[in-house]
């Protein structure tokens, strides 16, 4: 099975990392907490030669001022920012934190991942390209 789609930015990349999600799920099914499957991901995606990051730390700015900062789970070759989730089933609010995930760190794709249900649920995130006024 290939997630490689070419209408998608970084479809090589992102398709490497739904495979090691994939591997995991299928490995450790649903259940655990969170950071078991961030773990889990982090050996897959090691055995299968990609560079990460985990916990990446970015700050988070408001008209020019930093107010916080906020911890993206993965952020993978450099490119690509992925979220990890534990629950029942996806919601909207988890994909519009995922796109602020990507605003955040001026990225155009990520990936939202969830291994809480009995099958792996993954969305491709893309930044939205808004006009500005």
Known sequence: MTFINPQYPKSDLTGKIIGCA?????????????????????????????SFSREHEIPIFYKGDQIGTRRVDFFVEEKVMVELKAIIQLENVHLAQAINYLEAYGLDIGLLINFGNVSLQFKRVMKPHRNRL
């Open 22 to 50: 994939m591997e995991v799920h299928r490995t450790l099914g649903n259940g655990f907490q969170e950071v078991i499957y961030q773990r889990a991901l982090a050996k897959e995606m090691t055995l299968q030669g990609l």
